[in-house]
């Protein structure tokens, strides 16, 4: 039997009454587990298997497949929190999709920046606006796709002005643009926001502060690589778009009553 530390990225129903999940482990990157008859055996897994769970899993390893025996998750937090508040929730549903997208392999680092990135979730009562460019960014980075941002990843030349290329991997200097024509422009503030971002620590997230204009073309141009480094648009992000909107409606609505 092996154990392991693990958060819950995808869980799902399988036949009567078992559930398979997926779990980003701290020994073992991404592991599938066939937990049986979960649906039945509360007192053994309990809400364990709910999505972004932390877990202390017990498992047996199967011998030639890719889906092992889970024996017993021990909850290590359930991160209520998180769980009460609709933003918060989408949120991490969110990075649970994109760390399943990038990531296979074992990476401590990357474990506990998934651990800090949820606990600060669940206590930080103002959410930043840079939070989800943030946790994107340095998500990307962490996956080995951190993009060059201090002189064209091309060439290798410092430039005053500079396009965005997915493909190449960061900027780009106008000699370079015809390397990657489906480049996309990209300003000197997004530049030294995007990497700030990179360098700061989540919890002093607060202090950056950007403009509506600024912050639109940070999202824009780290979700256009993003996209490109998965191969399609994340499902959740729909969700946080709508979420946010509604919250910003029910806000609006709340102070407009007298
Ligand atoms: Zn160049």
Same mark, same amino acid.
């Given at each position: 039997?092996?154990?392991?530390?693990?958060?819950?990225?995808?869980?799902?129903?399988?036949?009567?009454?078992?559930?398979?999940?997926?779990?980003?482990?701290? $020994?073992?990157?991404?592991?599938?587990?066939?937990?049986?008859?979960?649906?039945?055996?509360?007192?053994?897994?309990?809400?364990?298997?709910?999505?972004?769970?932390?877990?202390?899993?017990?498992?047996?390893?199967?011998?030639? #497949?890719?889906?092992?025996?889970? #024996?017993?998750?021990?909850?290590?937090?359930?991160?209520?929190?998180?769980?009460?508040?609709?933003?918060?929730?989408?949120?991490?549903?969110?990075?649970?999709?994109?760390?399943?997208?990038?990531?296979?392999?074992? $990476?401590?680092?990357?474990?506990?920046?998934?651990?800090?990135?949820?606990?600060?979730?669940?206590?930080?009562?103002?959410?930043?606006?840079?939070?989800?460019?943030?946790?994107?960014?340095?998500?990307?980075?962490?996956?080995?796709?951190?993009?060059?941002?201090?002189?064209?990843?091309?060439?290798?030349?410092?430039?005053?002005?500079?396009?965005?290329?997915?493909?190449?991997?960061?900027?780009?200097?106008?000699?370079?643009?015809?390397? $990657?024509?489906?480049?996309?422009?990209?300003?000197?503030?997004?530049?030294?926001?995007?990497?700030?971002?990179?360098?700061?620590?989540?919890?002093?997230?607060?202090?950056?502060?950007?403009?509506?204009?600024?912050? #639109?073309?940070?999202?824009?141009?780290?979700?256009?690589?993003?996209?490109?480094?998965?191969?399609?648009?994340?499902?959740?992000?729909?969700?946080?778009?709508?979420?946010?909107?509604?919250?910003?409606?029910?806000?609006?609505?709340?102070?407009?009553?007298?």
């Amino acid at each position: 039997m092996e154990q392991t530390e693990g958060i819950v990225l995808r869980s799902f129903d399988v036949r009567e009454t078992s559930k398979l999940a997926v779990f980003y482990t701290r $020994d073992f990157g991404v592991l599938k587990g066939l937990a049986k008859g979960a649906r039945k055996k509360q007192k053994y897994f309990g809400s364990s298997l709910e999505l972004f769970s932390y877990d202390y899993i017990s498992f047996y390893k199967s011998r030639n #497949g890719e889906v092992h025996l889970i #024996g017993k998750c021990e909850q290590k937090n359930f991160y209520a929190g998180i769980r009460e508040n609709i933003l918060k929730s989408t949120f991490a549903a969110y990075w649970m999709e994109i760390v399943q997208e990038l990531i296979r392999d074992k $990476d401590e680092k990357l474990f506990d920046f998934l651990l800090s990135s949820l606990a600060y979730l669940e206590k930080e009562p103002v959410l930043s606006p840079l939070l989800l460019p943030f946790f994107e960014l340095n998500l990307l980075k962490l996956a080995g796709y951190g993009p060059v941002l201090n002189y064209c990843v091309s060439c290798k030349k410092e430039s005053d002005t500079y396009k965005f290329s997915p493909i190449l991997g960061g900027i780009i200097c106008p000699d370079c643009y015809h390397k $990657d024509y489906r480049s996309i422009d990209i300003l000197p503030n997004t530049i030294t926001l995007m990497n700030l971002l990179t360098k700061t620590q989540m919890d002093k997230l607060s202090r950056i502060s950007a403009t509506p204009k600024l912050l #639109g073309q940070v999202k824009g141009v780290i979700h256009y690589y993003l996209f490109h480094s998965i191969g399609k648009r994340p499902k959740m992000l729909r969700f946080i778009d709508e979420t946010i909107k509604e919250k910003i409606f029910a806000e609006v609505s709340s102070s407009t009553v007298p």
